[in-house]
């Protein structure tokens, strides 16, 4: 599976922020949270992301990288880390 720059900058994000809201991913971003939102069900799909209902707000998700997302992320070239100046 390849991963686009914009999904890598989203599993660099839940990298940063385990538990984060897609609402946040958006905002850490600058884009809009229909954007994060089709890229995190591309990355759940493919078993990168897992989703986790929020208790306090049933309809916000927590975000977390799962071991395959982690090891994807862990195997990611330098270079592209390094784009990642934005976050």
Not at 27 to 53: E, K, M, N, P
Not at 64 to 80: I, N, R, V, Y
Request: hydrophobic letters at 45%; charged letters at 20%.
């Amino acid at each position: 599976f390849d991963v686009s720059f914009s999904q890598f900058r989203v599993l660099h994000v839940i990298h940063l922020h385990p538990g984060i809201s897609q609402k946040h991913v958006a905002f850490i971003q600058d884009t809009t949270q229909a954007a994060v939102s089709r890229h995190i069900d591309v990355l759940a799909d493919v078993g990168f992301v897992a989703l986790a209902t929020n208790s306090g707000n049933r309809k916000e998700h927590n975000l977390h990288l799962t071991q395959k997302g982690k090891d994807l992320f862990e195997k990611m070239p330098a270079s592209l880390y390094r784009k990642m100046w934005i976050i």
